[in-house]
């Protein structure tokens, strides 16, 4: 079939999409600070603190940083499994 | 007094040696004293750019090593007497540059020169890193494209902290130099418009250099574009870029976009 608004060049522009990714994403990288490797240091310190008291599957650790024009958002996300054995004091 | 200028961008293609080679002569032209120097160890072009690949005998990490002398290694441009290249090794490797040794022959060239342009290889690696090293001001050289963009943010941060300048407390001027702009691309927003690239990159704007066939044209017979044909659109945009190096104030102006054949069958206005 032709594509009648491509024909009449109302194509949709995609520099706004390039645009929106490109400023989430350098928040993101600024927000490091220069410290690339700073959330996966916290990620791996706090995966150990927490491992001392519960059972946890590594990959369900996940550190984020949201950064704002004022204070940035660190978010830790742990997931715990339900089970008794879960909250078993590994010492 | 001598200013070391960077030309640097992080990736790679988007016209860091075109853009050294046509802002140097530029700077020349308008009777500057002016040394480029090709930090591309292995890989260099600048010789080619210029024209000069014939006359290269000794280069730069032949000076760092002190095998030869500055005045041994450095090229006089045949057109512009006040324009001079340093050329990089073609055969040494990368590691063969050091810091201290660059830092030895800046200082030199500085009591010589007006203008020493550092043409960065692409990349975050030693040779970038050492071409910033000792750097007054930057010229980021960007594509209106996303992974253009990234990488100069990336590379706006280590100028911010990675130079000698930074490491004192002080901050390398940064300037901001897209090339390659399609306006016509840009007005249907298929493109980063400069508003687009300037609001994310918050650095001052020294120009913007259209895409032209008269860049590719020029390299091909080995001028720098300015020398070329002064009157093409890419050589205005580069010495005005030039004047705004030595201070002037001119408007940056968006270049103008051609219309094509169906622009004008449809009465479609280019922006």
Redesign the interface.
């Known amino acids: 079939m032709i594509n009648f608004p491509r024909l009449f060049g109302g194509r949709t522009a995609s520099a706004p999409v390039a645009r929106e990714r490109l400023q989430i994403l350098l928040a993101h990288e600024r927000g490091l600070c220069g410290q690339p490797e700073l959330l996966e240091l916290l990620r791996s310190e706090i995966l150990a603190v927490v491992s001392r008291h519960v059972t946890l599957d590594a990959e369900k650790v996940r550190v984020t940083m949201d950064r704002g024009n004022l204070v940035s958002m660190l978010e830790i996300d742990i997931e715990v499994p339900n089970s008794a054995e879960g909250w078993a004091v590994a010492s | 007094m001598a200013k070391v200028l960077v030309v640097t961008s992080g990736k790679g293609g988007v016209g860091k040696t075109t853009s050294t080679a046509a802002l140097g002569a530029a700077l020349a032209q308008m009777g500057e004293k002016v040394v480029v120097i090709d930090f591309d160890v292995g890989l260099r072009n600048l010789d080619l750019v210029l024209g000069a690949e014939r006359r290269v005998v000794f280069d730069f990490i032949n000076v760092v090593q002190g095998i030869a002398n500055l005045s041994q290694a450095l090229i006089r441009d045949k057109r512009l007497e006040n324009l001079w290249l340093l050329p990089a090794s073609q055969t040494r490797d990368k590691d063969a540059l050091t810091e201290e040794g660059v830092g030895r022959i800046i200082a030199e060239l500085r009591t010589k020169f007006d203008w020493i342009i550092c043409d960065s290889p692409a990349g975050i690696e030693r040779g970038a890193m050492l071409a910033m090293r000792f750097a007054d001001e930057a010229v980021v050289v960007t594509n209106p494209?996303?992974s253009s963009?990234?990488d100069s943010?990336?590379i706006i941060?280590m100028l911010d902290?990675k130079t000698a300048k930074a490491e004192k407390g002080e901050q390398v001027q940064k300037h901001l130099l897209i090339t390659r702009y399609d306006t016509g691309r840009?007005a249907?927003?298929?493109?980063?418009?400069i508003n687009?690239v300037t609001?994310?990159l918050a650095t001052e704007m020294l120009g913007i250099i259209p895409e032209s066939q008269d860049v590719l044209r020029a390299s091909n017979v080995g001028m720098p574009v300015t020398l070329n044909d002064a009157n093409s659109v890419p050589a205005r945009a580069y010495t005005d870029a030039a004047r705004r190096l030595m201070g002037a104030t001119i408007p940056v102006l968006v270049p103008a976009a051609r219309k094509g054949l169906?622009d004008r069958l449809?009465g479609?206005r280019a922006a």
């Open positions: 494209e996303v963009v990234r943010d990336r941060g902290s840009a249907r927003g298929e493109m980063l418009s687009d609001d994310i169906m449809l479609r």
